[in-house]
């Protein structure tokens, strides 16, 4: 594994301790919403019940050690020792003085908060004050117990999670790198044949220019076919290094899709001629995109082949322009896409039946119209296979256009 594979398994790794971490925080911070709600709610039934209880105490002497009590008579007043500032409520006991009516409510008092009730017992009034202070030294531990918990949680299932992570991965990244090594020794043994062959055709074309008095205009025009065609192998090679490699990407520029699909035609009407087809080309004016030619060039020799394995007599290529994109359409007089077939017909290697009745053949689609759909996903576009009213087969591919 080379320093740049093993660079990007230690980025994957953390990514994938990171999100596992974020989960087991997630997880942490919902658990702890639930245990603080449930201990809050019950230390507030707890405080209820201590003032519940305290129903009958109409003396100071009486109380608890955790409640304060104000009795106020028509003698005088008596409070529990040790009265905070801000107790007795004062407005509370007004309030039953004057109706009778008990009240409850909470007070600040030195920065404690108190749950009150003021009533009347025994021809007295009586205010009971409960404070919650130690309960919420209790929620605060529980808070900070949480917290550090959940941090030691979150630092464990980070670490755990990166080892898991790498463990998983591992195969992975072997197995990618070891098709990132095949894909380049292949394009290299490819790419020094290839270049080879374009060199001595090269040559032999010289040649034949130099005896062009007595060369046959055939001859010579298939020499400069078999140039053209070891160049755009060795450019299709490049390409596909750049597809398998996802690291690499390769150069976008304007390109004619009009020009580019008339030159596809042209190198096709040979095999065309053989089968008794013709193709037709119509193109738009100023129908350019943004991409890489030698990807949008296999695109489209893709899809002039299949349109060749299945027409009877005609091709046609539309390319037209919109505002916003060019469109592509290729056409063949076959016998279409079998029902239900234009919906996976880009998968790889897609069959169906004959759309014939009583034919037992399967008709396949190979990878080339799976190339199509790489392609022009590469490009962010989108395409389409559906069936002529007159008969034979339609794909439509539509590309953003250049700006």
Not at 81 to 98: C, F, K, S, T, Y
Request: hydrophobic share 45%; proline share 3%.
């Amino acid at each position: 594994m080379s320093v740049t594979d093993d660079r990007e398994l230690r980025s994957a790794s953390l990514k994938l301790a990171a999100q596992f971490a974020l989960i087991i925080v997630g997880l942490f911070v919902a658990l702890g919403i639930v245990v603080y709600s449930v201990v809050a709610a019950g230390q507030a039934e707890a405080a209820r019940r201590a003032l519940a209880d305290a129903s009958m105490v109409d003396s100071v002497h009486d109380a608890p050690r955790d409640l304060l009590v104000t009795v106020v008579t028509p003698q005088g007043r008596q409070s529990s020792p040790d009265m905070p500032d801000g107790l007795p409520d004062e407005h509370a006991i007004d309030q039953v003085m004057r109706t009778g009516t008990p009240v409850s409510g909470s007070v600040e008092a030195d920065g404690e908060r108190y749950l009150t009730v003021t009533d009347v017992r025994n021809g007295k009034v009586v205010q009971v004050a409960y404070g919650l202070g130690e309960q919420q030294e209790e929620l605060n531990r529980l808070v900070l117990a949480l917290v550090v918990t959940g941090a030691i949680a979150t630092l464990a299932a980070g670490g755990v999670g990166l080892v898991l992570a790498r463990r998983s991965i591992r195969p992975l990244a072997d197995a990618l790198a070891l098709q990132r090594r095949f894909v380049a020794d292949a394009g290299h043994e490819l790419r020094t044949p290839l270049t080879l062959l374009s060199t001595r055709a090269q040559l032999l074309r010289r040649h034949v220019v130099a005896q062009s008095s007595g060369t046959d205009d055939e001859l010579r025009s298939g020499l400069d076919e078999i140039v053209d065609d070891s160049r755009a192998l060795t450019e299709i090679v490049q390409d596909l290094l750049a597809v398998a490699d996802p690291r690499q990407t390769a150069e976008s520029e304007g390109v004619d899709l009009g020009e580019l699909a008339a030159t596809v035609a042209r190198s096709a009407e040979g095999r065309a001629a053989e089968r008794g087809i013709s193709i037709a080309v119509r193109s738009d004016p100023e129908a350019a995109v943004t991409g890489a030619p030698v990807s949008l060039r296999r695109m489209i020799v893709a899809l002039v082949d299949n349109a060749l394995d299945h027409a009877a007599g005609d091709v046609r290529l539309t390319v037209s322009a919109t505002r916003d994109h060019v469109v592509l359409t290729v056409e063949d007089d076959g016998p279409g896409f079998s029902s239900g077939v234009e919906d996976r017909a880009f998968e790889r290697f897609a069959t169906a039946r004959d759309a014939q009745a009583g034919a037992d053949r399967a008709r396949h689609y190979g990878l080339g119209l799976a190339l199509v759909a790489e392609v022009v996903s590469r490009h962010h576009g989108t395409v389409g296979a559906a069936n002529r009213d007159a008969g034979g087969a339609i794909v439509t591919v539509r590309l953003p256009r250049r700006r």
